[in-house]
């Protein structure tokens, strides 16, 4: 069952799952501060997308939203922006209403009420979420290490460099920058800088927006962070 929509929220933002509306939680309060300016619904993944969005015309404070803002993972062989579109249509015909059907990524159009669609990582190529965490990593010292391993298991067959996901990829870049703070705790030392002796206990994706290391200024968020102002600007 959908949840109920606030009456003092205009802007909507829909999310592929729960790590992205933590990030999307953690990344509205650096851009706009505390209370983020959306409401944030997570629908699951996208095999539950239209259940999700098909009840959502139906609440009684649906119309009070100006701007919805759609956030899914691109995957491989693939066309995203078309799937969406094509829940919108459902939705509309369903519901006898008329959402607006964006004819281009990370535009938002509309009148009265206007939809916009991103397509994770970048709107440009394939992939998913974990794919932009990566990009904000790729010259880390740990990511090496993450990349040499990865090497090792092609190198023996266990994997592929095709079968490489990301979302394993950042697992495991997270595990070891886990290691790195227990180490920091146990024997009380300073690896670097970037860390702090309370990382030791972040076991989460999530956790890993708290650690000294992380950097919501990294360009690899710019057009995310553009989505999102254009998401809850003022203007029509």
Not at 34 to 42: F, L, V
Not at 107 to 119: H, R
Not at 215 to 228: E, G, Q, R, T, Y
Request: proline fraction near 4%; aromatic fraction near 12%.
């Amino acid at each position: 069952m959908t949840e109920s929509l606030p009456e003092d929220k205009q802007y909507l933002l829909l999310v592929e799952g729960n790590g992205e509306k933590e990030f999307f939680i953690r990344l509205g309060k650096e851009l706009f501060g505390e209370p983020i300016p959306y409401y944030i619904i997570d629908y699951k993944g996208i095999r539950k997308f239209e259940d999700t969005l098909l009840p959502l015309p139906l609440d009684s404070n649906f119309w009070r939203i100006k701007r919805i803002g759609i956030v899914r993972d691109a995957d491989f062989n693939t066309d995203a922006f078309a799937s969406i579109k094509s829940v919108l249509e459902t939705v509309n015909q369903e519901n006898d209403v008329q959402l607006p059907l964006p004819e281009d990524k990370n535009l938002f159009e509309g009148d009265n009420l206007q939809v916009g669609i991103f397509i994770m990582p970048d709107n440009n190529r394939e992939g998913m979420f974990e794919d932009l965490l990566l990009d904000t990593v790729r010259d880390d010292d740990v990511m090496r290490c993450v990349d040499a391993y990865f090497e090792c298991l092609e190198e023996k067959d266990v994997v592929s460099k095709k079968e490489r996901v990301p979302k394993v990829t950042f697992d495991v870049y997270m595990a070891g920058r886990q290691q790195e703070s227990l180490r920091v705790f146990v024997q009380g030392k300073k690896v670097d800088e970037n860390t702090s002796q309370k990382d030791w206990k972040r076991r989460y994706l999530s956790d890993m927006y708290g650690m000294k290391f992380w950097d919501w200024n990294h360009p690899a968020f710019d057009s995310i962070k553009a989505f999102l102002r254009a998401l809850v600007s003022e203007e029509a």
